[in-house]
């Protein structure tokens, strides 16, 4: 006999924008047991009307009390307003699963990727912080070669989707995309550069290099991996560039290793490591595509092999493993890993996953 599960208030903070409409996907798909859902944007968006379960649901203006009756605070409003309004409603006794960057460096909150380390739930003081899309699914994939041989350092380098930079930055790349292939002439009004059939290695757009070189895009990567991971010493070196793809990230991954690991046993890890469904068979041209895995909910790993570059020692000497892996940014990058983290929050069974 099933037990009927506890029905939740929800709030969706930020609800009109690609990460707030692909929360409400993955409730819908997971059948995440609300009892009453709320949805709340900027005050341009109040009064809209969103799409829910056969009805509607407008959106409504922040204000302090809306929280109360609430248990879980979907976040994903950009970084001012989570710092905003994140603590309020915290206080008002509604979770927070925040997906901005407000919250991930700070020490007090918990930085959790599921698959990773969802022991660090237990943590929490009320906010719960999403990790960057990009670092999520590289750190799904590392942790069962971590968990056998201890990643010591990483090289990687993205190939992120442009609906990570939102619904102008997917216009753009339509748009301008018709111009090249119409020969015409297109006024970009979003990317610096052009981003139909080119790649710009720069992550956001303006104002994102460090005083390093590297961009802040790349310097989340460092940290949060780190912090997840729980593991100070590991050494990661990001390059991350926008490409002219519409959805899913793909990145190429380095990853040395403080024990001996071959590519065999990699794989063998790999296609045991839950979130990930390994794909790889090279000869037959089976690889994790962007196009593939977009709208689907696990990190795809392919390619993987020895790194022939620090193989000196012989083959019993510590050395590395190089692979591919693409995940749908908006689902496992944002959306889905919020709702995976709520679903351990409130001991909720996993929803189903779409592959």
């Known amino acids: 006999m099933e037990l009927e599960l506890r029905q939740l208030g929800v709030c969706i903070v930020g609800a009109t924008g690609a990460v707030g409409l692909e929360f409400l996907r993955v409730l819908e798909q997971r059948d995440f047991p609300i009892g009453r ?18 009805t509607e649901v407008a959106v409504e203006a922040l204000a302090p009390g809306v929280f109360r009756g609430s248990e879980l605070g979907l976040f994903s409003p950009g970084s001012a307003a989570s710092k905003e309004w994140a603590p309020i409603a915290a206080r008002e006794d509604c979770l ?4 901005s960057s407000a919250f991930r460096s700070d020490p007090a909150v918990p930085l959790v990727v599921p698959e990773v380390n969802a022991h660090a739930i237990a943590r929490h003081k009320g906010i719960i912080a999403n990790p960057n899309c990009s670092t999520i699914q590289m750190v799904v994939a590392l942790k069962p070669l971590h968990d056998a041989a201890r990643v010591r350092r990483v090289i990687v380098t993205t190939f992120q989707s442009v609906s ?7 216009e753009e790349l339509r748009e301008e995309s018709r111009a090249v292939l119409d020969g015409r002439t297109y006024e970009r009004k979003f990317f610096p550069h052009p981003i139909a059939f080119d790649a710009i290695p720069q992550i956001p757009q303006k104002d994102a290099f460090t005083p390093n070189g590297y961009t802040s895009e790349e310097m989340k ?26 959805r899913a990230h793909s990145e190429s991954v380095l990853a040395e290793l403080e ?8 794989r063998e890890l790999l296609a045991r490591a839950p979130g990930v469904v390994l794909v790889d068979d090279p000869a037959r041209q089976a690889y994790p595509l962007a196009v593939d895995a977009a709208g689907k ?13 620090n193989q000196q020692a012989g083959p019993a000497s510590p050395g590395g493993i190089a692979f591919w892996c693409v995940s749908d940014n908006l689902r496992k990058g944002a ?21």
């Open 37 to 54: 859902l709320r949805l709340f944007a900027s005050a341009k968006s109040v009064g809209k009307r969103i799409a829910w379960k056969g």
């Open 164 to 170: 990570g930079a939102g619904a102008r930055a997917i």
């Open 259 to 266: 024990r001996p690991l071959t590519a065999a046993q990699a």
């Open 96 to 99: 927070v699963v925040d997906n």
């Open 297 to 309: 909910d696990p990190v795809y790993v392919g390619r993987v092999r020895d790194d022939i570059s």
């Open 221 to 246: 990567m460092v940290h949060e991996t780190r912090k997840i991971m729980e593991d100070e010493r590991i050494q990661v070196c990001p390059t991350c560039v926008r490409v002219p793809v519409f």
């Open 335 to 355: 959306a889905l890993n919020a709702v995976q983290i709520a679903e351990r929050a409130f001991g909720l069974p996993a929803g189903r996953e779409v592959r």
